[in-house]
C-alpha cells in the first residue's frame, strides 16, 4: 500500500505564492516521475509539473517561470513552489507519482487532492 499526503494548499491574493507538499510512504522499492495535476470546476484534470528521479522537469506552459517542482528523493517527498499566482490558477491540486515494487511491477498513485484558491 503507498500513500501520498499532500499539504500547503490555501486561499492567497493574486501575485502572492504558495509552497504544495507531497510524502510518500509504504513498502516499495523506489518512487519514479513524481508530478502535480490540477483539476478546476467543469475543467479536466491537466499536467501541471513533473519531475523525473533524476530531476529532470517538465511544466505545463501556463505556469512557466512561476512555478517550479523539485523533489527529495530520500524522503520521497516532491515540492510544488508556487509564485505570482493568479485567479486561473485556482483548483485541486493532486500529488502523483509512477511506483517501482519491482522489475516487472510500476504502478500510479494519487493523493487526495489539496484546495488551492487564488482570488483577484
Known amino acids: 500500500q503507498v500513500q501520498l499526503v499532500e499539504s500547503g494548499g490555501g486561499l492567497v491574493q493574486a501575485g502572492g505564492s504558495l509552497r504544495l507538499s507531497c510524502a510518500g510512504s509504504?513498502?516499495?522499492?523506489?518512487?519514479?516521475?513524481m508530478g502535480w495535476y490540477r483539476q478546476a470546476p467543469g475543467k479536466e484534470r491537466e499536467l501541471v509539473a513533473r519531475i523525473t528521479r533524476g530531476r529532470n522537469t517538465n511544466y505545463a506552459d501556463s505556469v512557466k517561470g512561476r512555478f517550479t517542482i523539485s523533489r527529495d528523493n530520500a524522503q520521497n517527498t516532491v515540492y510544488l513552489q508556487m509564485n505570482s499566482l493568479k485567479p486561473e490558477d485556482t483548483a485541486a491540486y493532486y500529488c502523483?507519482?509512477?511506483?517501482?515494487?519491482?522489475?516487472?511491477?510500476?504502478?500510479?498513485?494519487w493523493g487526495q487532492g489539496t484546495q488551492v484558491t487564488v482570488s483577484s
Open positions: 502523483y507519482a509512477v511506483v517501482t515494487f519491482s522489475s516487472t511491477a510500476e504502478y500510479d498513485y
Open positions: 509504504g513498502t516499495f522499492v523506489r518512487i519514479n516521475i
